[in-house]
């Protein structure tokens, strides 16, 4: 009970950017005078808070606000997409200490990866001076399925010969942190709660995520929603071009092989040097060619925009599916691969999903760039680490089950 009292506070402080007195702490959490003391020495024992200047309201002595302590504890964040790996280092309320952006080793090999990753993020603690003993884990997340009790990944589409391979338990032994394994699209949606994109108008929204494949983090007031074994937003096979090319599912048209940058780099060959029909290309060359077809998009060049824009059609599609089933009130589109296409993408998707919305008449439906920016993904890895810590989990009220 302790400890969970102890995250309710930390909670209510972290959504009070302006700090909380000792008396606005009991009457927003029901807590006592004398348990909000307690706890509050606690923690300003453990740097989490700190006292940040007298506040005069009303009669009476002047009250003492606290605030989070931005440098009592930090975290750690990894977003490992087949083409490119992010990595960031969060302080306590969720800024951005350092960050780094790598190529996804070229032959995906599952030891050169983890390699690669423990290096950028041994890079980022050592430049920015923080003592590993502030670091309270770190984060991961990486394209499903995921295993979340055996912290591996298991056969991902665009990750070859990535057969339960043991990320997080790798990466734990590597850095001696504790760490967390989520989805992709599961820690962007995460992000945009926690940096205040989303938590700044309350309700459910779909994160639209766009990198070397395509998935949909799921929230609904306010829960990110996981599924039973947190593999929700596998939209890869929503099928949104029935005379599209066929699926490795068997269907024709699918998100997976219409929507993703190489699907467009595909669709665009003869505009900018792509592959030939039924030629394997590796992430670097399909990284390249977006990047010339996304160019010439903005060059106003029609061959480029008709491919985009049909693109931004089928995503609208899914997207309606998606909105049709759990009545969000808004969309987000990021991850690695969205800058690219972002302005082209804003202008064709809010029509094109409202006109297939079954409630359009009933209630607007936002549609928005992610407010975390390029590193969505990895801040959210992060911030995993920091919810657990900072937000009151009910789990922690249960006794553990006595031993006959």
């Known amino acids: 009970m302790a400890d969970f009292n102890q995250s309710v506070i930390l909670d209510t402080v972290r959504r009070a950017p302006a700090g909380l007195s000792r008396v606005q702490l009991a009457e927003a959490t029901g807590l006592s005078a004398q348990t909000i003391s307690n706890i509050v020495r606690r923690l ?35 977003h490992l997409d087949p083409t490119i790996t992010t990595t960031v280092m969060l302080d306590l309320v969720g800024s951005v200490v350092a960050h780094d952006r790598i190529a996804t080793p070229l032959g995906q090999e599952p030891a050169e990866v983890i390699e690669a990753i423990a290096r950028s993020l041994d890079g980022l603690i050592a430049t920015s001076g ?65 940096t205040g994109g989303a938590a700044a108008h309350p309700g459910s929204f779909v994160f639209l995520y766009l990198g070397t494949g395509v998935g949909a983090g799921l929230v609904i007031d306010d829960e990110i929603i996981r599924g039973s074994l947190d593999n929700s937003g596998e939209i890869g096979h929503i099928v949104v071009d029935p005379a599209g090319p066929e699926c490795w599912c068997g269907n ?24 030939a029909p039924g030629e394997e290309w590796d992430t670097v060359r399909i990284d390249a060619a977006f990047s010339r077809l996304s160019d010439a998009a903005r060059r106003g060049e029609a061959g480029a ?8 059609v089928r995503i609208a599609r899914a997207l309606a599916v998606i909105a049709n089933l759990l009545d969000v009130d808004r969309v987000i589109l990021g991850g690695p691969f969205w800058h690219r296409v972002d302005e082209r993408f804003l202008t064709i998707v809010p029509a094109e999903l409202d006109r297939m919305r079954a409630a359009r008449s009933i209630h607007p439906i936002g549609v928005v760039g992610s407010g975390a920016g390029q ?30």
């Open 44 to 78: 300003l024992d453990a740097d989490l808070v700190a006292e940040a200047g007298r506040e005069v309201s009303g009669p009476g002595k002047p009250r003492t606000m606290l605030r989070l302590n931005p440098a009592g504890r930090y975290a750690l964040g990894v």
């Open 130 to 194: 923080v003592d590993r003993d502030r670091i309270s884990g770190l984060g991961i997340a990486a394209p499903g399925p995921i295993d979340p009790l055996g912290g591996t990944l298991v056969d991902p589409p665009h990750l070859h010969g990535w057969h339960r391979v043991p990320l997080r338990d790798a990466l734990a032994e590597r850095l001696g942190l504790p760490t967390i394994l989520d989805k992709d699209v599961t820690a962007a949606a995460v992000a945009e709660i926690w």
């Open 375 to 404: 590193d969505v993904v990895a801040i959210g890895a992060a911030s995993l680490v920091l919810e657990r810590g900072l937000s009151p989990r009910t789990q922690s009220l249960l006794l553990p089950a006595s031993t006959p």
């Open 305 to 312: 925009l008709e491919v985009i824009d049909r693109c931004a």
């Open 252 to 275: 024709r048209g699918c998100v997976a092989v219409t929507c993703t940058p190489e699907a467009m780099v595909r669709e665009a060959a003869h505009l900018v040097d792509g592959p």
